[in-house]
């Protein structure tokens, strides 16, 4: 086994890396930008290195300052985590270069799934399910009816060379074709320099459920089921399910589903630990998506469903060791839900919320798992993701564990800066969340359609009253105590009341 | 004591003194009847308060935040501003005229794009201008139709938060 | 369902029953003693009625304040906890008398199994084993010497009207017999005005296994396997694990236990949870000792291992509710350990220790179950038994458990005042614990035999030399923020530096 | 800046400077060689100490307790006297004669049992007192042997953590 491991990443996946490494009874090794001296993963690792300044680009993503920290302390093995370097095949190859083990797949593996048309293509190939369409542009619109008459309508009209919704229209009938890809492409023109449109099955309101799958270098593979992960805002993740409340009702998906990942992680020999992404239409048909080639932001809810350490499993098959569970082996037990909190303000369209945090309060009790990368007094950096810790919960049922992840998030408390926690209470109340009945367009209906209930007690009212006048007397009579940070909130204050 | 507080803007009076943890204290409001209640009251953090009244245990945490105090009560925030009648208000806040609308930076960051010039007209809603914190582009808009008169912003300058970026008229 | 239950406790298992009565949409009702105005369980119910002064029997003893409070606020069901009146059949019958439900078995249950004598008699008359023994008081040395060949030596000679340890004697051989009966007599007259002694098997170096039950009151009861609690201290238990690495090795333990328990819990027509107590001899003979008629205070390594919540099962069972699980559901997954976090000194004889707690650090990430009763700026009360918090993991293997638990506890941190953690991190590097090797007298040999290593290295001598000048120049040029805490401790010092 | 410490009654010298976070410092303990190193030091929270030495990630608790500082590294704690050579001792601590032993309560708590009386002779280890706190009788025991010169403790008292019980000389 290794005897010292790098991590090279930052936040609440660093610590949970080095939690993992440190119950193994290996070294750790952070690195850290000028901006995060005091961050909690440099405080729990065992050593740690400066790799430049705050931008990741002077620090979080230099290869070589990387590799050369790595060389000068003896690390054995480095593990990536997820964003940053963790799907940089050159970075996976510059590791093995300097005789280091890269806890993740193969560079080969990395590349030939990397790219999201590569990987389609590739699904394609071995037969597995993908969004039907063509990826060639259309150039000849009664070639393009004939097309949308075979996938059916509604299609979606997308730019060959587009991304953030530019150059993208749902077309509903054949009559409007013609029109849609004539705006379509006039559009992609404008933001792209480039007009080619391609046509795609639109799948309505679809769900987004991934499989986990995990291999060893020896040829053994397995898959952990499935989470799902339609909560999303700006297509970011922010609640995740295992298992699926749909796969739950139709166990039969699950099979499925996990073969189909199988199948294609096998024809690329794929080993350590990786995502299938699918969206799954209102009949339960799937489509991959793409592949993450490392380690998920919510693997907890796989891991404490099927009660297993997906990282120490990451470690110990980079190391060379066989799988320990069969397909057999794995078992799914209970209902796992996590939420992302951020620090950002839901009621004042989710901007980023930046400040020193003065209270953290980290619930406890049964059934709670908090990966958190923050403590009273810490700043968030603003060159980073604003994810302050992600909160699960494990309990019997998916009712429970609902009522369980309230209880919770009534308890999570920080302050000084906003914080989603509020907004995650509201959307578990809501009777369609509740239901399972989920897609990735349900925030945006949330946040359009549901208002959610204010507190009008009056009672809350006085007792509100009173805590202020309290602490304002209190703060008042405080000349030394706390000022430094009160003025500067109070600058702020100033300032911001000039809107 | 009397004290002048405003909770989310409704404005209201809450009087009140104390013999140690006791207090007897009434707040008048258009939602609250004014009455006189009994609370033990208990700093049992700093800024986070267990109050008892009428057997129910409220927990609140208050925090001095940019535009008051924010009073963390049963996962619903409320700004709280409080002033003593006797004394000078806490702040000077206000201060830009009714026609006029400045547009701040509602975060510390960086600015990405400023979408309009002085002289403009922009309807509600219209982006004014695009700033980056934390990886995440946000775009702040005209909170009403109107005249550009004023742009401070400048892409790529980095602004702290509360820093003037547009004016509207 | 309940609307409202008032928990009938203090500290840390009152903090967990609130949260699984939030769990269950119910309101929750606290009671507390002037001492406790500040607790955490008083923060976090939603309700709290004082009952009077610190002394327990002022406060958390007094069924009438209990009951008036209860029936004042509409409460429909009062949960005990472990302690003060768990196992108290008045209060039973007083809450019964009310009208409110008592979340536990009836009264008559707790009065058959609650003295040990008794107990132990109708164990006897079902079958059951129990510790080979006369118990009646020896009249004659030669029916003594009949007694103590038939049952085995050695044997232990027990004070009737004992308790203690006085009028204790271990004797091995038939030639020590009559002298120690002689001596024991004298000591047990001196002690207790009562001369009287019994024979008793006995066992050496016991382990102390305890199994869990659970029924209903429809007829229905199941055992949710054992805990191993022989790591014990003054006959307290402080550290429990489950699966008892002596069964985990001989799994038809289990089932003959589990069978041995249900058994004794039928013939008195018990429901709600209970535990049995067993003491095992090194020939895996286990011998009934007593029945705990309430919920366990280390029942979190059960719920860990089995995927189960007692406390909920236990309310919806007092609310007239059916078993959920059978017999078969029942399943063993990992391991669990929880050791009991104290306020006490372990390098000074385990004194307790007194003071105010500044910082409490709570670790957090994979398998970390804390059951707290505490937070930064809490004061232990001197009146109530110290436990801070309870501190559990869960693993796939026992061998992991321990890794994670050593993780946690170092994670894990209490300033202001002494806690036992650093003594359980030596324990857990201990090869006999690591290998399972358990019996109730372990930490009496720990303690008289191992000298835990003491950190040597020099380069800690300097870090710690370097953070405690930087305090004390930062301290002394303060003139005012913590003075107030800080001259109560260095009065404390003051006086303390003239012993 | 120099300082003399104790570190678990066995005393060093520590020399150092800073500038902000960056420090070089030697301490010189007849278990350190005390060369010359080079650390950041980080006050994370009140009290808690990041300090990166020579690579090594520590994290350092320092809390003030009734004998010194209470410095907890890496789950030992260590007692630390620090005084400053050029002004006065911090507390002025000692007194008691070579031959004199006081016993005082080690907590607060309820005096349950006083076992010895003045002029009785005892053995070291021969219990003195019970004190109870926290529902637990504990004994002091004699830390020499030696004759009983004073008894304070009275059955019933309550005690606070310092006070003198029992002397022994």
Request: with cysteine; proline share 5%; hydrophobic share 40%.
């Amino acid at each position: 086994m290794f005897k010292k491991i790098l991590v090279a990443n930052r936040g609440e996946i660093a610590v949970r890396l080095i939690r993992a490494i440190r119950e193994m009874d290996i070294k750790s090794v952070a690195v850290y930008s000028t901006a995060d001296r005091a961050a909690l993963h440099v405080r729990m690792a065992d050593e740690a290195v400066c790799l430049g300044a705050a931008p990741s680009t002077e620090s979080y993503l230099r290869i070589d300052k990387i590799i050369a920290a790595a060389r000068e302390l003896g690390v054995d093995a480095i593990h990536p985590g997820y964003g940053f370097l963790s799907e940089n095949a050159d970075f996976a190859e510059a590791c093995e270069a300097a005789g280091i083990v890269f806890i993740g797949p193969a560079p080969d593996a990395i590349r030939r799934m990397g790219s999201k048309t590569a990987a389609r293509k590739m699904a394609i190939s071995i037969g597995a399910p993908v969004v039907p369409g063509t990826e060639e542009p259309i150039v000849d619109p009664a070639n393009a009816r004939e097309v949308a008459r075979q996938i059916g309508y509604p299609v979606l009209l997308k730019a060959a060379a587009g991304g953030g919704g530019k150059g993208m229209r749902r077309v509903d009938s054949e009559a409007d074709l013609e029109g849609a890809i004539r705006d379509a492409s006039s559009e992609a023109e404008r933001a792209f320099s480039n007009s080619a449109v391609y046509i795609e099955k639109l799948v309505e309101r679809p769900r987004h459920i991934e499989i986990q799958i995990i291999g060893d270098r020896h040829g053994n593979m397995i898959h952990l089921g499935e989470r799902e992960c339609s909560i999303q805002r700006r297509h970011q993740k922010v609640i995740e399910e295992c298992p699926s409340p749909l796969v739950a009702a139709h166990p039969e998906m699950r099979a499925a589903m996990g073969e189909a990942a199988l199948n294609i992680a096998r024809a690329v020999g794929y080993y350590n630990a990786g995502t299938m992404e699918f969206l799954v239409d209102a009949h339960r048909n799937f489509y991959f998506l793409e592949m993450n080639t490392r380690l998920q932001v919510e693997h907890p809810v796989t891991e404490l469903v099927t009660a297993t350490d997906l990282v120490r499993m990451q470690i110990e098959i980079a190391a060379g060791g066989k799988l320990r569970l069969t397909q057999q082996d794995v078992q799914w037990r209970g209902a796992a839900i996590e939420c992302r909190i951020y620090a950002e303000d839901p009621n004042n369209g989710f901007l980023p919320s930046a400040g020193k945090m003065i209270h953290v309060e980290r619930p406890t009790g049964p059934g709670v798992r908090l990966d958190n990368g923050i403590y009273p007094g810490w700043t968030v950096p603003l060159e980073y993701d604003p994810l302050l810790a992600k909160l699960a919960v494990w309990a019997e049922t998916r009712e429970w564990a609902i009522d369980r992840l309230k209880r919770v998030l009534g308890e999570y408390y920080v302050s000084g800066i906003k914080t989603n926690v509020t907004f995650f209470r509201q959307i578990l109340d809501d009777p369609e969340f509740r239901a399972g009945r989920l897609h990735t367009g349900f925030i945006d209906e949330y946040l359009k359609e549901r208002e959610p209930e204010v507190k009008q007690n009056p009672e809350y009212e006085a007792v509100a009253a009173l805590a202020a006048a309290v602490f304002s007397v209190k703060d008042k009579g405080k000349p030394c105590s706390g000022a430094k940070s009160s003025s500067a909130w109070l600058a702020a204050g100033r300032a911001r009341s000039m809107r | 004591m009397k004290l002048l507080l405003t909770i989310d803007n409704r404005p209201g009076e809450l009087t009140f003194d104390h013999n140690d943890q006791d207090y007897r204290f009434a707040y008048q409001s258009d939602r609250t009847d004014g009455r006189l209640h009994h609370a033990t009251v208990v700093e049992v953090e700093p800024g986070i308060f267990s109050i008892l009244l009428n057997g129910h245990s409220h927990e609140v945490k208050v925090v001095n935040g940019p535009e008051g105090y924010y009073v963390d009560l049963e996962g619903h925030r409320s700004v709280v501003e409080v002033r003593d009648p006797r004394a000078i208000s806490r702040t000077g806040r206000g201060g830009a005229g009714e026609g006029r609308q400045v547009i701040s930076a509602p975060m510390p960051g960086k600015v990405v794009r400023v979408l309009v010039a002085e002289g403009d007209s922009v309807e509600a809603g219209a982006g004014l201008v695009v700033v980056e914190a934390m990886k995440m582009q946000n775009e702040l808009k005209a909170p009403k139709s109107g005249v550009v008169v004023a742009v401070k912003a400048q892409p790529g300058a980095t602004v702290a938060m509360g820093d003037m970026l547009v004016a509207i008229e």
